[in-house]
């Protein structure tokens, strides 16, 4: 791990720091974090709401299931009005949930 020895001492307004606090916040960092990656150049975004967690864990499930019946589809060379009935009912889940973002 780095060490980080040098000290930079920067006077700001109330304003300024709040605005400062409030963006490292959106950035899902605290202030040095943050402070570091403006002056290192990284292109700082938003992070994501927390409801994303739960909707990439929902796709990555969807994604699985569908994955398993393909994969039982190429094994059997067939395809089954049950399967395509549940590959269809996950599609409309995937739907369902990027609607709901």
Do not use: C
């Not at 006077?11 to 300024?16: D, G, I, P, V, Y």
């Not at 039982?72 to 590959?87: A, F, G, L, P, Q």
Request: charged share 25%; aromatic share 4%; hydrophobic share 35%.
């Amino acid at each position: 791990m780095k060490r980080r020895n040098n000290k930079v001492t920067v006077r700001l307004t109330n304003a300024e720091k709040q605005h400062l606090e409030k963006q490292a916040y959106v950035a899902g960092m605290n202030m040095e974090q943050f402070i570091r990656n403006l002056i290192a150049g990284s292109n700082l975004k938003e992070r994501p709401p927390e409801y994303w967690k739960e909707v990439v864990s929902q796709l990555s499930a969807i994604g699985n299931n569908i994955n398993q019946i393909a994969h039982n589809t190429n094994i059997t060379k067939t395809v089954s009005n049950s399967d395509m009935e549940r590959t269809l009912s996950l599609m409309g889940d995937v739907w369902n949930v990027v609607k709901g973002i």
